[in-house]
Structures are given as structure tokens and as C-alpha cells.
Nanobody, 122 residues
Framework: QVQLVESGGGLVQAGGSLRLSCAAS????????MGWYRQAPGSERELVAD???????NYADSVKGRFSISRDNAKSTVYLQMNSLEPGDTAVYYC????????????????WGQGTQVTVSS
């Protein structure tokens, strides 16, 4: 019923930039927050950044000043601009949305994308 489709991952050298995109589609009533998480091998999934429908944003300390999250509510799309990338940013990046479906009781639940690999070489 809901799809989160990510794009924009890849291989980049340290100091470079990448831009991730994630578009939500399906029988969506309303999207509350959208954001990005990442998971490196052997590590737990962690929040990178998220943003509410009103535009407020929250960042992990490790990416503050380097990453910027933005959202196009009309397109149900969230972006993550990643600058000054470091080898420690290497991970699979997952899009997350907290949303309610058109059907049912309008309960807000977590939905995840399939993940996109970001690799930063030194």
C-alpha cells in the first residue's frame, strides 16, 4: 500500500558530496515525519536526520554542519544533502516515514525504504 523509493547513493571520495532522495507513494492519508537512518556493518541502525511536516529538523551530532535535510510536502519527498563526506559515513541509508493510510483508523506507523548504499573512500 505504501512505497518509499530511495535514490542517490553511490561511491564518493572523502570530502565529496551526495544527495539522497526518497519519494513516498501509495494510499497515504498524511505524512508526519520523514527522515534518514543509516546502518554500518556490525552496527545498529541510527538516526541521521529527520524533519516534520512543519519543517523542523533534527540531526545526529556526527553530521551537524555537513548534512542538510529538506522536504517537499507536495511531492511527499525528502532529501538529504551530504557534504564533506567522511569514511565514517559509509553505511546503508534508509528512508523512514511516519504516516497514516487512507484506509483504517488513521493510525500513524513507521515505514521504511529498501536502503541505498553510500560508500566513502579515503
Amino acid at each position: 500500500q505504501v512505497q518509499l523509493v530511495e535514490s542517490g547513493g553511490g561511491l564518493v571520495q572523502a570530502g565529496g558530496s551526495l544527495r539522497l532522495s526518497c519519494a513516498a507513494s501509495g494510499s497515504i492519508f498524511r505524512i508526519n515525519s520523514m527522515g534518514w537512518y543509516r546502518q554500518a556493518p556490525g552496527s545498529e541502525r541510527e538516526l541521521v536526520a529527520d524533519t516534520t511536516s512543519g519543517g523542523s529538523a533534527n540531526y545526529a551530532d556526527s553530521v551537524k554542519g555537513r548534512f542538510s535535510i529538506s522536504r517537499d510536502n507536495a511531492k511527499s519527498t525528502v532529501y538529504l544533502q551530504m557534504n564533506s563526506l567522511e569514511p565514517g559515513d559509509t553505511a546503508v541509508y534508509y528512508c523512514n516515514a511516519v504516516l497514516a493510510l487512507l484506509s483504517g483508523y488513521k493510525v500513524y506507523r513507521n515505514y521504511w525504504g529498501q536502503g541505498t548504499q553510500v560508500t566513502v573512500s579515503s
